[in-house]
């Protein structure tokens, strides 16, 4: 039975929760609780527009191929 209970204990990459509050515990020293918002702020605008660019991209291929002449398509 403590075999199963410790395996329900491990996290990422094999780490349980006292390592992961450790760790967590180094950044917030090292950087500072504001400048982690900032870091997390800017990682998810990131991550927006490569989306959102990912998409519009797509789109706005579909758009240049269905413009062009059917006989014209460019290489």
Same mark, same amino acid.
């Not at 527009?49 to 797509?58: C, I, Q, S, W, Y």
């Not at 706005?60 to 002449?69: I, L």
């Given at each position: $039975?403590?075999?199963?209970?410790?395996?329900?204990?491990?996290?990422?990459?094999? $780490?349980?929760?006292?390592?992961?509050?450790?760790?967590?515990?180094?950044?917030?020293?090292?950087?500072?609780?504001?400048?982690?918002?900032?870091?997390?702020?800017?990682?998810?605008?990131?991550?927006?527009?490569?989306?959102?660019?990912?998409?519009?991209?797509?789109?706005?291929?579909?758009?240049?191929?269905?413009?062009?002449?059917?006989?014209?398509?460019?290489?």
């Amino acid at each position: $039975m403590r075999h199963y209970l410790s395996a329900l204990a491990v996290g990422p990459f094999g $780490m349980g929760p006292l390592e992961l509050v450790i760790i967590l515990a180094i950044v917030v020293v090292l950087f500072g609780a504001t400048r982690i918002g900032d870091i997390g702020k800017g990682i998810g605008r990131g991550i927006r527009e490569f989306r959102r660019e990912v998409r519009d991209g797509d789109d706005d291929k579909a758009t240049k191929e269905s413009a062009e002449p059917a006989g014209e398509k460019k290489s």
